[in-house]
């Protein structure tokens, strides 16, 4: 396998005092794209690949605190619509290690993936939980690692409830939304995915179901169990067979 990476970060180097700071060579092959995406371009054999991660919480339309990792979906809805519209680039990898976040914001990032024209692939990496489930399942093609693991568990939320019938109505739509999105994309029935996510026999405090890799798959929610290398070789079986 030929992987040459295209882009290495914002690395920082030191300079000498009054030393000029060279000017960057261009590289026709680099999309424009926001900084601190935590992502990347490299070529693997004749193909150009574009890897994206999303990793802690997805944040939503509330900053999270400094001290929280989070992947912002003001970053990465504008990047995914450069992926989209450079003709450059042949195929997308997400990799994901996330806890969840907002609801709406993952089921945005999700629907603009889904959405691609361009080979996707996904791998879930220690963990895909919550809103991560929608992620990992709108890629074309999705992986998860063998020590990795998904929750699958009821919408939730924080602060002010009101107790009145339109509260419960609501949840009940958005976990709708949810779990629709989550059958269209993957192998799960709707039956099994609400049984995952009303399950009270497994967490302590608190109800639904984990998954570990291979029980994912086992469930329809991930095609296969795998590493990195095989994601990205699945992706360029993608990218020549269309």
Do not use: W
């Not at 990476?5 to 000017?23: I, K, S, T």
């Not at 990195?228 to 020549?240: H, N, P, W």
């Amino acid at each position: 396998m030929n992987r040459k990476l295209l882009r290495n970060g914002d690395d920082e180097f030191v300079r000498n005092p009054g030393e000029q700071e060279a000017e960057p060579e261009p590289d026709d092959r680099q999309p424009c794209q926001l900084p601190d995406t935590g992502s990347m371009l490299f070529a693997h054999k004749d193909k150009i690949i574009h890897c994206l991660t999303i990793i802690g919480q997805v944040e939503g339309h509330y900053l999270l605190s400094d001290r929280s990792k989070t992947t912002k979906y003001e970053h990465i809805l504008p990047l995914l619509v450069s992926i989209a519209e450079d003709e450059r680039i042949d195929g997308l990898l997400i990799l994901l290690n996330t806890v969840g976040g907002d609801v709406e914001a993952g089921l945005a990032i999700a629907e603009v993936i889904s959405g691609l024209r361009k080979p996707t692939v996904s791998i879930v990496l220690g963990g895909g939980h919550s809103i991560g489930i929608p992620l990992a399942v709108a890629a074309k093609r999705s992986f998860i690692a063998k020590s990795a693991s998904m929750t699958v568990h009821p919408v939730r939320t924080t602060g002010l409830t009101l107790g009145v019938p339109q509260t419960f109505e609501y949840f009940r739509r958005m976990q709708d939304r949810i779990t629709n999105f989550v059958v269209e994309n993957s192998n799960v029935t709707p039956e099994r995915y609400s049984e995952l996510v009303l399950n009270t026999g497994e967490l302590v405090t608190d109800v639904g179901t984990i998954l570990d890799g291979e029980d994912a798959v086992r469930e329809g929610l991930i095609d296969s169990v795998g590493t990195v290398s095989d994601a990205i070789d699945a992706l360029y079986e993608l990218i020549i067979s269309q």
